[in-house]
């Protein structure tokens, strides 16, 4: 293998080229995906406000913690959105900058060579990094979501069975109150 292995294989930059473009295709992927349910706290944060707004009663402090979840799963979702825009980034400039690789190669640098090979890797590590930090961060706004889906199961399960005790419970009439 010498210096010039680039320009020896083609296969070489098709593969150096090719790697960081799928992770940047995966990366766009994961950030529309993250919009998307950006977007759908949103508009769960709007359903609670409304929720909010049509009673004057205080809704107790399950609902509070509900609001208080959402936003939590909102801001993490932002710093997510941080993360993987940072790796979209990174792999779209390390793509870029193994293409300018390649044609180093041709200029027969090997300093350049060298220089433009660690500036990808470096690129390549914080693109996964920024995957990594944004696949944490989705984590743990999931963990959340999954705590109000459970609070909300609970307090269904709750008040359909008290309406079951109720419709059955002894002494109650089935006709209609005077």
């Known amino acids: 293998m010498g210096e010039n292995l680039l320009t020896q294989n083609p296969f070489a930059v098709?593969?150096?080229?090719?790697a960081?473009?799928?992770?940047t295709n995966a990366t766009s992927v994961l950030a529309m995906s993250t919009i998307n349910r950006m977007l759908?706290?949103?508009?769960?944060?709007?359903?609670?406000?409304?929720?909010?707004?049509?009673?004057?009663?205080?809704?107790?402090?399950?609902?509070?913690?509900?609001?208080n979840?959402?936003?939590?799963q909102a801001l993490l979702m932002l710093t997510a959105m941080r993360w993987i825009y940072s790796a979209l980034g990174a792999f779209a400039a390390a793509s870029?900058?193994?293409?300018?690789?390649?044609?180093?190669?041709?200029?027969?640098?090997?300093?350049?060579?060298?220089?433009?090979i660690g500036a990808g890797l470096a690129l390549g590590f914080v693109g996964v990094a920024?995957?990594?930090g944004g696949s944490v961060n989705?984590?743990?706004a999931t963990q959340l979501s999954l705590m109000n889906i459970r609070e909300e199961a609970a307090l269904i399960r709750s008040r359909q069975e008290a309406q079951r005790i109720q419709k059955v419970s002894p002494?109650?009439?089935?006709?209609?109150?005077?």
């Open 96 to 116: 870029l900058v193994t293409l300018v690789g390649a044609l180093s190669g041709q200029l027969g640098s090997p300093v350049l060579v060298r220089a433009v």
């Open 69 to 72: 979840r959402v936003e939590r």
């Open 14 to 18: 098709l593969t150096v080229i090719v």
């Open 130 to 132: 920024g995957l990594v």
């Open 171 to 178: 002494g109650t009439s089935a006709a209609a109150p005077e």
């Open 138 to 140: 989705l984590f743990r």
């Open 20 to 23: 960081p473009a799928l992770l």
């Open 40 to 67: 759908r706290t949103r508009e769960r944060m709007q359903e609670l406000y409304e929720k909010s707004e049509s009673g004057a009663q205080f809704r107790g402090d399950s609902f509070l913690e509900q609001v």
